[in-house]
């Protein structure tokens, strides 16, 4: 990614994050996106970078609910497709799911198993955060299962404290900002 592209983003997601003292429980600090999606500059910025990261996709797949908006922005730079990764019980069957732990309880992911051919296909992951990194594990785990090849995944944040870059080694990750 060009430093200039990656520079833009960084500054306006620093500049529009939203900290949030003591959610979702005490002792929390919440980073808060939503302005840096809802703002033309920060939305375009963060686009911009992460259509860079994943220039070699032949097909985005962006996790429930913000990964869908900025999968979506990215697969249409792109020109290629992109595949909704979604919570568990939105999606008619068949579908392949993977359960997985969150920093504050457990959730499943799912992705539709007929439909869609994913065998053989250079897929990048795209969301919002990397906390503990079990969404991105579980989102890379699902793809696998149905034959996809992940390249890495892009993300607006990396929460570094919570060290998910290790639970989803050795898949590379890139992240816009950290904090």
């Known amino acids: ?44 910025a963060v686009t911009a970078a ?24 990215v697969a249409t730079r792109l020109d290629v497709g992109m595949l909704a990764v979604r919570k568990g ?5 068949p579908v392949l799911r993977q359960e997985y ?8 992911l799912e992705i ?5 051919e994913l065998a053989g296909r250079r897929v990048w992951i795209i969301d919002d955060v990397l906390a ?6 579980a989102a890379g785990a699902l793809l696998t299962e149905a034959g996809a090849a992940v390249a890495g995944a892009g993300v607006v944040l990396e929460l570094a404290a919570l060290d998910g870059r290790a639970r989803v080694a050795p898949l590379p990750v ?6």
């Open 1 to 44: 990614m060009s430093a200039r592209t990656l520079g833009a983003a960084r500054a306006l997601i620093g500049e529009l994050t939203r900290e949030v003292d003591d959610f979702p429980e005490p002792g929390v600090q919440f980073k808060d996106l939503t302005p840096v999606l809802a703002d033309r500059r920060g939305l375009a």
């Open 50 to 73: 992460l259509a860079e990261v994943a220039a070699d996709a032949d097909l985005i797949a962006g996790i429930d609910a913000r990964g869908f908006l900025l999968g979506a922005a």
């Open 89 to 93: 019980g939105k999606l008619p069957p």
């Open 101 to 108: 732990l969150l920093e504050y309880g457990s959730a499943v």
């Open 112 to 116: 539709p198993a007929a439909g869609i």
């Open 132 to 137: 503990t990194g079990g969404t991105v594990a």
């Open 174 to 179: 890139t992240s816009l900002s950290v904090a």
